[in-house]
Nanobody, 119 residues
Framework: QVQLVESGGGRVQAGGSLRLSCAAS??????MGWFRQAPGKEREFVAG???????PYADSVKGRFAISRDSAMHTVYLQMNNLKPEDTAVYYC???????????????WGQGTQVTVSS
């Protein structure tokens, strides 16, 4: 099975920054991205990136978060700046070998990493 491993989560004060990483094994994915889920909330798309460019960010993180991918295309990053308490959630890495049509198109998932933002 393909494996996605997230890292970089933790606790930070409001206004602080974190950078999440997701390392993929095996064949290169066409698209990789990030989702998050807070307690009692539905899973929410955050950001995605294909082999050419970035998929539009969720409105809630636009201007604060930035997604990138290393030159080997095996690791995706999520730089999170000016964090807010409402960003608190488990963040999941996701990926697809195919071109992503919508946010339900991701086939593979990591186990998640906790991000907690205190006020």
């Amino acid at each position: 099975q393909v494996q996605l491993v997230e890292s970089g989560g933790g606790r930070v004060q409001a206004g602080g920054s974190l950078r999440l990483s997701c390392a993929a094994s095996g064949r290169i994915f066409n698209t990789m991205g990030w989702f998050r889920q807070a307690p009692g909330k539905e899973r929410e798309f955050v950001a995605g990136i294909g082999r050419i460019g970035v998929i539009p960010y969720a409105d809630s993180v636009k201007g604060r978060f930035a997604i990138s991918r290393d030159s080997a295309m095996h690791t995706v990053y999520l730089q999170m700046n000016n964090l807010k308490p409402e960003d608190t959630a488990v963040y999941y890495c996701a990926a697809s070998y195919s071109v992503v049509v919508n946010t339900t198109s991701y086939n593979y998932w990591g186990q998640g990493t906790q991000v907690t933002v205190s006020s």
